[in-house]
């Protein structure tokens, strides 16, 4: 049989040369892994059986080598060898073996010295800053123990007032409950088992007649318990005793016995309430402290208090502070007796005495007062609290009585004590306190208004005599002269008052007097508010800033309704600048909103002959007389504007609505023949054009715009009503040739090529549409009513399917990218999202025009779809306010109304829009440039735009 030695490792096949060990036995006491540190153990396999002594060592487990041997010295200095543990439990990574490697070799003589050297200069530089370490540990402990006292410092007042607390005080004390646990009560206390289910089952069992078998605990075995056996309770150490048992009347036992407890625990011996039955859970809420604040915080503000009050028993601050902490904490009767400590140490402070007389039940608090005056009867204060303590009226006037007597000069004692009486008796009073207080402006004024006119006239001029530097006197002498009809001494008063003052040194201070005059106009005295304003409206303003100035004193006035006050104002600027157009014009506005149609025509018919060249000042003048349904007047003053501004467009063009608003079609056309003879523009050519429209004469219309076009190429108007006649007669090809030839001539007309796209749109041909539109965008870059049009010829491309490709929402990003800031691209934006991103989309577009109508008419609709309807009118209010000509808003305001609205609410947005009269709007120049309603009024255009438009969704 061959050797096992002979048989080829694996590995040999594998490598080309042979190793020469492959197959060797192990030398003798080799250890595998023993280079590398490895610890070898031994079996029992390596052992073997138990071998003699007589047998042959095993030469693989060779015996260790000796240790090594260090000779040390002794006290005798004679040395000994000790031998060294070189075991491996004795050996550390970093220390070798047996600890560190010097730790049994001694220092020499040299270290050993300079360690007891810089020893003792550790000792030295400690010693020297000991006292410092040691106070600032003090302090530091003293700070910590003040944010954080122990338990006995906090309750140390406490223990301190235990002193006074009587014998019977410490009997009714209630006992205070153990609140250990169980175990720590009374550990070796049995242990009580709850009765179980079985229990009350085996009872309603036993009550029904029911048989049940339960086990017995003494004998184990199972016993059949009918209606006349017994049951068992369970005993504390767990056994059952027998007995009949109703454990209803168990429970009506315990609730018996827990009303007996309560009722003896209410009624003390001494009939004191110790325990409320009914309203213990009140009680407690009621012990619960109103302050939120930490009672280590109270404690120290109190010790801070007493130390103050300690150190300066004078200080009053102290002592009311002191109550007032005490009231916090709910301690009402100590602070009681803290104000009356200090009323006792600060006599002299009326301060304490208010606090006392506030924290004393009403009926000691006059008694308080009493005392408090007859300790300073100089006090005003005191006095008035005297009065404010009296229920009566006799007992209040006879304070004050009493309190003039001691203090003749002092205006708020004679202002009560006036108050407190009749007018005739107020006037006595008054005629006294006038002579005692003769300084007081008040006091003299409210004398005269109690006087008759003549004695009035004496009144204010001794308060002139007496106060020669307060205006007060001499405005309430102007509405005196005023109320009595004299109107012409208003404005001397005024002018001299003016004159006193500068004389007396008395600075004019123009803004002091302006708001004199607002509050003179809000009393009614409207003379003496004009006399005020046209006396000091120059005080103060150079020259060259008099206009502007003056002009936006008006308008401040007008926005605060002091609608006189504006009203002078802008009568002095007129008189000043009696040829300046815009005073007159802004005048002439501020009468339509806020005048009558009798001041408006006054201040027209002087404007005009001021300014007869403003064609603006005549217009206005004839529309007024217009809505007032004064035809001939209106004429008359239209027909003066054509004298005073011959070849004037605008005044022939306001005479030709007029005669066709009142359906004078034959004089509207004789006018505008004239116009075109005399004042030949584009303008009137248009509107000659439009009239016959209007009136269907189409022939005559088309002869207009033929001449039109050859004469003003250059008017887009002219091409567009061109285009719209053909449209209309059905020639789509004589409506394309005009829209085509009006481009030609007008390359940047963006309506031309919305009118021409819609047209290639409706005859069906999309492609044609589109390419106009591509068109137009590139003659006109950034324009967002053409990408506005492009994306809806797409939106309905895609409703009628025409696209194989939704082509919209990728053209509204191209024409965000080119229009960032068009509220009217983010409007559509909005609605072009699914109903989850409209909003975020809305949030986005308010981000980039907060400020633009059409942005805030998307948020609008968008409410009212998520149904916010009070969220959406005010949205819609807020639109309206911020651009009133923007018609679609009014139209869909109105739309919502009609559906959401009362009527009032319908008739109100009704009256607003038409007192605006817009023009602008999508949606709303649809309907108001339709040719079929020309003669719709405002309102009826309104409800027309708003059943037009869909409801939104």
Not at 369 to 381: E, G, T, Y
Not at 403 to 432: F, M, T, Y
Not at 781 to 790: A, F, M, T, V, Y
Request: net charge neutral; glycine share 4%; hydrophobic share 35%.
């Amino acid at each position: 049989m061959a050797s096992i030695a002979n048989v080829p490792h694996p590995g040999a096949l594998v490598s080309k040369k042979k190793k020469a060990f492959i197959g060797l036995p192990a030398p003798l006491g080799y250890v595998a892994g023993a280079g590398r540190g490895a610890t070898g153990f031994t079996t029992r396999s390596d052992i073997g059986p138990a071998r003699d002594a007589s047998d042959v060592p095993d030469d693989r487990h060779a015996p260790p080598k000796p240790k090594i041997v260090r000779k040390t010295g002794d006290k005798n200095g004679e040395e000994e060898e000790e031998e060294e543990d070189l075991n491996d439990s004795n050996y550390d990574e970093f220390n070798g073996y047996g600890g560190s490697l010097f730790s049994k070799d001694p220092y020499d003589k040299d270290d050993e010295e300079a360690d007891q050297i810089y020893e003792s200069i550790d000792k030295r530089m400690d010693e020297k800053r000991k006292e410092y370490r040691e106070n600032k540990l003090r302090r530091e402990l003293e700070r910590y123990r003040q944010e954080r006292p122990k338990i006995q410092q906090q309750f140390s007042d406490l223990k301190r007032d235990l002193n006074a607390v009587t014998e019977d005080e410490w009997r009714t004390i209630p006992e205070v409950g153990d609140a250990r646990n169980k175990k720590m009560r009374n550990p070796r206390a049995e242990k009580f088992t709850p009765v179980p289910d079985s229990i009350l089952a085996h009872n309603s069992a036993i009550g029904s007649g029911e048989t049940v078998v339960s086990i017995d605990p003494r004998t184990g075995l199972k016993t059949p318990m009918t209606a006349g056996t017994s049951t068992g309770l369970l005993t504390p150490g767990g056994f059952v005793t027998p007995g009949n048992l109703d454990l209803r009347k168990i429970g009506q036992a315990r609730n018996t016995l827990m009303d007996l407890k309560l009722n003896q625990a209410s009624d003390s011996v001494s009939g004191q309430t110790v325990v409320d039955p009914k309203g213990y859970l009140t009680d407690l809420q009621s012990m619960i402290p109103s302050h939120g604040a930490d009672i280590s915080d109270i404690k120290k503000a109190r010790l801070l208090l007493k130390s103050v009050r300690e150190t300066n028993p004078n200080h009053s601050p102290a002592w009311i502070a002191s109550a007032r902490l005490e009231e916090v904490t709910g301690k009402l009767q100590t602070a009681r007796n803290l104000v009356m400590k200090g009323c006792e140490m600060c006599p002299n402070s009326e301060d304490v005495w208010l606090e006392a007389s506030r924290l004393i039940p009403a009926d000691l608090a006059k008694s308080v007062i009493a005392q408090a005056v007859q300790q300073i009867p100089l006090s005003v204060r005191l006095w008035i609290k005297a009065s404010e303590l009296e229920q009566e009226m006799k007992a209040k006037k006879k304070i004050f009585r009493k309190a003039l007597e001691q203090i003749p000069n002092s205006v708020r004692l004679w202002k009560e004590a006036v108050e407190l009486e009749e007018p005739e008796d107020a006037r006595i009073l008054l005629s006294r306190a006038v002579e005692c207080c003769p300084s007081s402006v008040e006091l003299w004024l409210a004398l005269a208004r109690l006087e008759t006119y003549d004695n009035a006239q004496r009144v204010l001029n001794k308060a002139r005599e007496n106060i020669p530097t307060d205006r007060q006197i001499w405005i309430t002498a102007a509405k005196l002269e005023e109320a009595q009809g004299k109107t012409q001494m208003v404005q001397k008063i005024i002018d001299r008052a003016i004159s006193s003052l500068n004389a007396n040194a008395v600075e004019i201070n123009r803004e002091q007097w302006l708001k004199d005059a607002m509050e003179t106009e809000k009393s009614g005295s409207v003379q003496t508010c004009q006399a005020i304003v046209s006396a000091v409206i120059s005080y103060g303003i150079d020259d060259e800033d008099r206009k502007h100035t003056w002009l936006e004193d008006a308008e401040n006035f007008a926005n605060q309704e002091a609608f006189e006050c504006a009203r002078a104002i802008y009568g002095h600027a007129i008189k000043t600048f009696p040829n300046k157009k815009s005073i007159w014009l802004r005048a002439a506005y501020f009468e339509k909103n806020h005048g009558t149609r009798q001041s408006l025509k006054n201040l027209l018919q002087a404007a005009v002959q001021n300014c007869p060249q403003a064609e603006v000042l005549w217009l206005m003048g004839a529309k007024s007389e217009w809505l007032t349904g004064n035809v001939h007047s209106a004429r008359e003053i239209l027909s003066l504007a054509f004298k005073a501004n011959p070849n004037s467009e605008e005044i022939w063009l306001a005479a030709v609505k007029l005669e066709s608003e009142n359906e004078e079609y034959s004089r509207a056309k004789k006018l505008l023949e004239k116009a075109r003879q005399s004042a030949p523009t584009a303008r009137v050519l248009m509107k000659s054009a439009k009239l016959e429209w209007q009136l269907k004469n189409i022939r005559e219309a088309k002869a207009l715009l033929a001449e039109g076009v050859k004469d003003y190429p250059n008017y887009p108007k002219l091409w567009m009503m061109s285009g719209q006649i053909a449209q209309q007669e059905n020639n789509i090809d004589a409506a394309r040739d005009a829209f085509n030839n009006g481009l030609k001539n007008n390359p940047t007309s963006v309506p031309l090529w919305i009118l021409l796209a819609r047209l290639e749109e409706k005859t069906g041909a999309l492609i044609k549409a589109r390419s106009v539109l591509e068109r137009a965008r590139l003659r006109n870059p950034k324009c967002q009513e053409l990408w506005l049009e492009s994306i809806r010829v797409e939106r309905r491309a895609e409703e009628s399917k025409e696209t194989a490709m939704p082509i919209a929402m990728p053209m509204m990003a191209k024409a965000l990218q080119e229009c960032p800031q068009s509220g009217l691209l983010w409007s559509e934006a909005i609605f072009m999202e699914n109903r989850p991103q409209r909003r975020s989309k809305s949030v986005d577009a308010l981000k980039r025009c907060e400020h633009d109508s059409n942005v805030l008419l998307a948020c609008s609709l968008l409410f009212w779809t998520e149904r916010k309807l009070n969220k959406s009118r005010e949205w819609f209010n807020r639109t309206l306010k911020l651009d009133p000509d923007f018609g679609d808003s009014w139209a869909y305001a109105y739309q919502f109304e009609l559906l959401h609205g009362t009527k009032e609410q319908q008739e109100d947005l009704k009256k607003r829009c038409a007192a605006v009269e817009p023009r602008h709007g999508d949606n709303w120049c649809k309907v108001s440039k339709d040719v079929a309603n020309w003669r719709l009024k405002t309102e009826d255009i309104l409800e027309k735009a708003a059943n037009s438009l869909p409801i939104p969704t």
